[in-house]
């Protein structure tokens, strides 16, 4: 069975770090483009960053880039997002996906829930 | 960054009826569109992408059409489990940007 397995969130101040991890099984991890999307209480959705199969290059949203960084290991099957100096608009939930031609999305996770405040 | 515009906000419709959503690019964004739907508490699921190929598994009464600028979900006839929001999303340009959703509600 395809499966995406988020897990990391937590409850931090503004200001912290925070590290997410989805672990994939089921398909071959190292040839699918990965990706974190977000969504926060009641909202819409938000793409926030992608890494390429081999991991040679990311991309990241505007709103993100310079705090967090997404990155992967092949060998673990499993895709990470590093976020630090997190600010109260950060709180949401963050799906990982995976890639379909390119940065569509068929398969997800269920979520992990990250709240940021004091 | 290209806007999507998802057009309406709210459907209030029928089991049975048909739904007809929009989804408007702020600039070309050639067949690159795809389509998900998010039951509350739940992921979100791809139904369309490449602007008209249904994923895998997805219904035959789901279908995607346009290109450009100007796109559009259908679903022929409403099951009471396609009652959800959908959104639209475009891979043409970076940063990747998905639409604001349209909520399909039942009548």
């Known amino acids: 069975e395809v499966q995406l397995l988020e897990s990391g969130g937590d409850l931090v101040q503004p200001g912290g770090s925070l590290r997410l991890s989805c672990a994939a099984s089921?398909?071959?991890?190292?040839?699918?483009?990965m990706s974190w999307v977000r969504q926060a209480p009641g909202k819409g959705l938000e793409w926030v960053s992608s890494?390429?199969?081999?991991?040679?290059?990311?991309n990241d949203a505007e709103s993100v880039k310079g705090r967090f960084t997404i990155s992967r290991d092949n060998s673990k099957n499993t895709v990470y997002l590093q976020m630090s100096s997190l600010r109260a608009e950060d709180t949401a939930v963050y799906y990982c996906?995976?890639?379909?031609?390119?940065?569509?999305?068929?398969?997800w996770g269920q979520g992990t829930l990250v709240t940021v405040s004091s | 960054e290209i806007v999507l515009t998802q057009s309406p906000a709210t459907l209030s419709l029928s089991p049975g009826e048909r739904a007809t959503l929009s989804c408007r690019a702020s600039?070309?964004?050639?067949?690159?569109l795809a389509w998900y739907q998010q039951r509350p508490g739940q992921a979100p699921r791809l139904l369309i992408y490449?602007?008209?190929n249904r994923a895998t598994g997805v219904p035959a009464r789901f279908s995607g059409s346009g290109s450009g600028t100007d796109f559009t979900l259908t679903i022929s006839s409403l099951e009471p489990e396609d009652f959800a929001v959908y959104y639209c999303?475009?891979?043409?340009?970076?940063?990747?940007?998905f639409g604001g959703g349209t909520k399909v509600e039942i009548k």
């Open positions: 996906a995976k890639g379909i031609g390119g940065n569509f999305y068929d398969v």
């Open positions: 999303q475009q891979r043409s340009k970076w940063p990747l940007t």
């Open positions: 600039q070309s964004v050639s067949s690159y």
């Open positions: 089921g398909f071959s991890f190292s040839s699918y483009v």
């Open positions: 890494i390429t199969s081999s991991g040679d290059r990311t």
């Open positions: 490449d602007s008209s």
